[in-house]
């Protein structure tokens, strides 16, 4: 239980930590971006081992041993191909919920990767007494970071809704920013290239917003799509919670093997 504890809190804080220091250090220099390096390795390592051991092992039941298939059916490829994807679209989203999201639904993003953590080590245990490895684990990270994902959502949502976030609120002129933003004859932004990677992501933000706050009474389809992009982030934060847990746990065996 104690050896639990301490892998959710270190996952949690290994996750957290990165973003932080990109929060606290962004507006000072673009080089601040390599601050998340550690936090994109992390999550590509973290979601890899475990999609590419469930590849094998399918792939071990699925060929012969000396069939030319096995060869080209090691998972490898795909593993890196699909988590170099969730890196590219995950570490943008994260590092954007940092800047953009204000303090009560940061903290609730916080809780939310401590339970996400804490779900998906309890339902990978709980699994194993059903499927072998590394079925039971591959099974439990998607279960428990989706189980965690919709426990949090609506919180997450109502929070976001009537606290908003501390660019948007003060995105008065947002309709002018975006005529400013798609003019071919604009200068380069003053925050550098990272804000001008930014900006279009802090651009979307705001619409959403903005459109959800005008017409969003009237029409549906606003609140439904807001509703869906916001519950995307939700379970993107809880399976980069669920990777970062995966990769502690590799990185804890690894050093074990070592000491023995």
């Known amino acids: 239980?104690?050896?639990?504890?301490?892998?959710?809190?270190?996952?949690?804080?290994?996750?957290?930590?990165?973003?932080?220091?990109?929060?606290?250090?962004?507006?000072?220099?673009?080089?601040?971006?390599?601050?998340?390096?550690?936090?994109?390795?992390?999550?590509?390592?973290?979601?890899?081992?475990?999609?590419?051991a469930t590849l094998q092992a399918r792939s071990l039941l699925e060929s012969q041993p000396c069939s030319p298939a096995s060869v080209f059916s090691t998972g490898k490829v795909k593993a890196t191909a699909f988590s170099l994807l969730f890196v590219v679209v995950t570490v943008p989203i994260l590092a954007l919920q940092a800047l953009s999201a204000g303090p009560w639904t940061l903290l609730t993003m916080l809780i939310l990767c401590v339970t996400s953590s804490a779900f998906v080590i309890w339902t990978s245990s709980w699994l194993t007494h059903y499927w072998k490895e590394p079925f039971a684990t591959s099974r439990g990270i998607f279960l428990g970071s989706g189980l965690s994902a919709v426990l949090f959502f609506p919180l997450l949502l109502v929070l976001d809704s009537t606290l908003h976030s501390n660019e948007c609120r003060s995105a008065d002129f947002w309709l002018w920013e975006w005529f400013r933003f798609i003019n071919p004859f604009r200068s380069v932004p003053e925050g550098g290239w990272v804000t001008g990677i930014l900006e279009p992501l802090f651009l979307i933000e705001c619409t959403k917003r903005k459109l959800t706050e005008m017409i969003g009474e009237v029409a549906v389809p606003v609140q439904i799509l807001y509703s869906l992009s916001f519950a995307t982030v939700t379970f993107i934060v809880a399976r980069a919670a669920a990777a970062t847990t995966c990769f502690v746990q590799e990185l804890t065996r690894s050093r074990q093997v070592d000491r023995n």
Do not use: C, E, N, Y
């Open 1 to 52: 239980m104690a050896s639990h504890v301490r892998l959710v809190a270190l996952s949690t804080i290994l996750l957290a930590f990165p973003l932080f220091l990109w929060q606290r250090f962004h507006g000072s220099t673009d080089w601040a971006i390599l601050l998340l390096l550690p936090l994109a390795w992390m999550l590509f390592s973290g979601s890899r081992k475990p999609l590419l």
